[in-house]
Protein backbone atom coordinates (compact mmCIF):
# COMPACT_ATOMS: atom_id res chain seq x y z
CA UNK A 1 0.00 0.00 0.00
CA UNK A 2 0.98 3.15 -0.59
CA UNK A 3 1.73 5.48 2.31
CA UNK A 4 0.96 9.20 1.21
CA UNK A 5 1.21 12.00 3.88
CA UNK A 6 2.32 15.53 4.13
CA UNK A 7 5.93 17.27 4.82
CA UNK A 8 5.74 20.94 6.29
CA UNK A 9 9.03 22.80 4.68
CA UNK A 10 11.02 25.62 6.36
CA UNK A 11 8.66 28.67 5.13
CA UNK A 12 11.33 31.38 3.63
CA UNK A 13 9.01 33.38 0.81
CA UNK A 14 5.33 34.20 0.46
CA UNK A 15 4.25 36.44 3.00
CA UNK A 16 0.65 35.04 4.49
CA UNK A 17 -2.12 35.29 1.76
CA UNK A 18 -5.23 33.65 0.73
CA UNK A 19 -7.47 33.86 -2.52
CA UNK A 20 -4.05 33.55 -4.17
CA UNK A 21 -3.55 31.45 -7.43
CA UNK A 22 -0.50 28.47 -8.39
CA UNK A 23 0.36 26.56 -10.91
CA UNK A 24 2.86 23.89 -12.14
CA UNK A 25 5.11 25.18 -15.00
CA UNK A 26 5.96 21.81 -16.11
CA UNK A 27 8.23 23.23 -18.60
CA UNK A 28 10.49 24.70 -15.65
CA UNK A 29 9.12 22.48 -12.63
CA UNK A 30 8.55 25.20 -10.82
CA UNK A 31 4.87 26.03 -8.90
CA UNK A 32 4.34 29.86 -9.86
CA UNK A 33 2.42 31.60 -7.31
CA UNK A 34 0.90 34.84 -8.02
CA UNK A 35 -1.35 37.58 -6.01
CA UNK A 36 -3.75 37.25 -3.15
CA UNK A 37 -4.92 38.97 -0.35
CA UNK A 38 -3.51 39.35 2.33
CA UNK A 39 -6.07 40.87 5.15
CA UNK A 40 -5.74 44.66 4.03
CA UNK A 41 -4.45 44.56 0.26
CA UNK A 42 -4.95 42.64 -2.71
CA UNK A 43 -1.03 40.96 -3.68
CA UNK A 44 0.79 41.25 -7.15
CA UNK A 45 3.70 39.62 -6.52
CA UNK A 46 4.75 36.62 -8.69
CA UNK A 47 6.79 33.27 -6.58
CA UNK A 48 8.41 30.03 -7.64
CA UNK A 49 8.59 27.12 -6.02
CA UNK A 50 11.63 24.70 -7.34
CA UNK A 51 10.33 22.08 -4.20
CA UNK A 52 13.36 23.65 -1.62
CA UNK A 53 13.38 27.43 -2.03
CA UNK A 54 10.43 30.68 -2.85
CA UNK A 55 11.85 32.99 -4.87
CA UNK A 56 10.56 36.39 -5.92
CA UNK A 57 10.55 37.05 -9.19
CA UNK A 58 8.56 39.61 -11.98
CA UNK A 59 8.50 42.86 -11.17
CA UNK A 60 6.04 43.86 -13.59
CA UNK A 61 2.97 41.65 -14.97
CA UNK A 62 -0.41 41.63 -13.77
CA UNK A 63 -2.36 44.20 -11.62
CA UNK A 64 -2.88 42.80 -7.67
CA UNK A 65 -5.76 40.87 -7.65
CA UNK A 66 -7.60 37.69 -5.54
CA UNK A 67 -9.69 35.63 -6.26
CA UNK A 68 -8.04 34.77 -9.86
CA UNK A 69 -7.42 31.14 -11.26
CA UNK A 70 -4.07 29.69 -13.04
CA UNK A 71 -3.07 26.54 -15.34
CA UNK A 72 -0.62 25.07 -17.37
CA UNK A 73 -1.31 25.29 -20.45
CA UNK A 74 0.65 22.51 -21.83
CA UNK A 75 0.75 23.11 -25.77
CA UNK A 76 2.19 26.80 -25.62
CA UNK A 77 4.12 25.85 -22.50
CA UNK A 78 2.79 28.93 -20.14
CA UNK A 79 1.40 29.43 -17.08
CA UNK A 80 -2.06 30.89 -17.92
CA UNK A 81 -4.12 33.44 -15.29
CA UNK A 82 -7.45 34.63 -15.67
CA UNK A 83 -9.84 37.41 -13.97
CA UNK A 84 -10.10 37.71 -9.83
CA UNK A 85 -10.80 40.57 -8.11
CA UNK A 86 -8.79 44.23 -8.15
CA UNK A 87 -10.47 45.61 -4.88
CA UNK A 88 -14.19 45.49 -5.28
CA UNK A 89 -13.62 45.82 -9.46
CA UNK A 90 -13.85 42.57 -11.51
CA UNK A 91 -10.73 41.42 -13.59
CA UNK A 92 -11.31 39.91 -17.31
CA UNK A 93 -8.01 39.97 -18.61
CA UNK A 94 -5.91 37.38 -19.17
CA UNK A 95 -1.76 37.01 -18.83
CA UNK A 96 0.69 34.61 -19.42
CA UNK A 97 3.85 33.55 -17.55
CA UNK A 98 6.89 32.02 -19.90
CA UNK A 99 8.94 31.43 -16.85
CA UNK A 100 10.82 35.02 -17.08
CA UNK A 101 7.93 37.78 -17.49
CA UNK A 102 4.13 38.02 -17.56
CA UNK A 103 2.68 39.15 -21.15
CA UNK A 104 -1.18 40.29 -21.16
CA UNK A 105 -2.96 38.37 -24.05
CA UNK A 106 -5.29 40.74 -25.95
CA UNK A 107 -8.09 38.38 -26.44
CA UNK A 108 -12.04 38.19 -26.04
CA UNK A 109 -13.34 35.93 -23.72
CA UNK A 110 -15.02 35.51 -20.23
CA UNK A 111 -16.45 38.23 -18.64
CA UNK A 112 -14.95 39.68 -15.69
CA UNK A 113 -15.01 37.62 -13.00
CA UNK A 114 -14.06 36.12 -9.42
CA UNK A 115 -14.06 32.64 -7.44
CA UNK A 116 -14.22 30.51 -10.73
CA UNK A 117 -12.65 27.55 -11.56
CA UNK A 118 -9.97 26.50 -14.28
CA UNK A 119 -8.54 23.13 -15.14
CA UNK A 120 -5.93 22.22 -17.64
CA UNK A 121 -7.13 19.40 -20.10
CA UNK A 122 -3.35 17.90 -21.17
CA UNK A 123 -4.70 15.42 -23.69
CA UNK A 124 -6.91 18.06 -25.55
CA UNK A 125 -4.44 20.50 -25.01
CA UNK A 126 -6.48 23.28 -23.64
CA UNK A 127 -7.51 24.96 -20.54
CA UNK A 128 -11.26 24.97 -19.22
CA UNK A 129 -12.61 27.82 -17.49
CA UNK A 130 -15.76 27.05 -15.62
CA UNK A 131 -18.15 29.30 -13.34
CA UNK A 132 -17.45 31.88 -10.89
CA UNK A 133 -19.36 35.10 -9.45
CA UNK A 134 -19.81 38.83 -11.13
CA UNK A 135 -23.08 40.00 -9.36
CA UNK A 136 -23.93 36.56 -9.90
CA UNK A 137 -23.36 33.31 -9.37
CA UNK A 138 -22.04 32.07 -13.12
CA UNK A 139 -22.30 28.85 -14.87
CA UNK A 140 -20.64 29.57 -18.19
CA UNK A 141 -17.88 27.02 -19.81
CA UNK A 142 -15.00 28.31 -21.46
CA UNK A 143 -11.77 26.49 -23.07
CA UNK A 144 -8.49 28.47 -23.85
CA UNK A 145 -6.59 26.80 -26.75
CA UNK A 146 -3.59 26.75 -28.97
CA UNK A 147 -4.66 28.22 -32.57
CA UNK A 148 -3.16 26.90 -35.83
CA UNK A 149 -0.20 29.54 -36.52
CA UNK A 150 -0.56 30.90 -40.31
CA UNK A 151 3.01 31.21 -40.99
CA UNK A 152 4.16 33.90 -43.82
CA UNK A 153 6.60 30.63 -45.25
CA UNK A 154 5.73 27.78 -47.85
CA UNK A 155 7.52 25.69 -49.20
CA UNK A 156 6.00 23.97 -52.96
CA UNK A 157 3.28 25.94 -52.60
CA UNK A 158 1.16 26.36 -56.00
CA UNK A 159 -2.23 29.04 -56.76
CA UNK A 160 -5.20 27.91 -58.81
CA UNK A 161 -7.28 30.58 -59.89
CA UNK A 162 -11.41 29.37 -59.71
CA UNK A 163 -13.58 31.21 -61.73
Known sequence: MLSVFWTQRLHFGPASRKNHAMAYDAARHRVVLFGGFDGLADLGDTWLWDGAFWTQVAETGPAARRAHTMAYDVARQQVVLFGGLSGVTGLDDT??????????????????????????DDGREMIVLFGGVDANELGDTWEWMARPGRSGRREGTSLVVDT
Request: aromatic share 12%; net charge negative; glycine share 8%.
Open 95 to 120: WIWDGAAWTQVAETGPSARADHAMAA
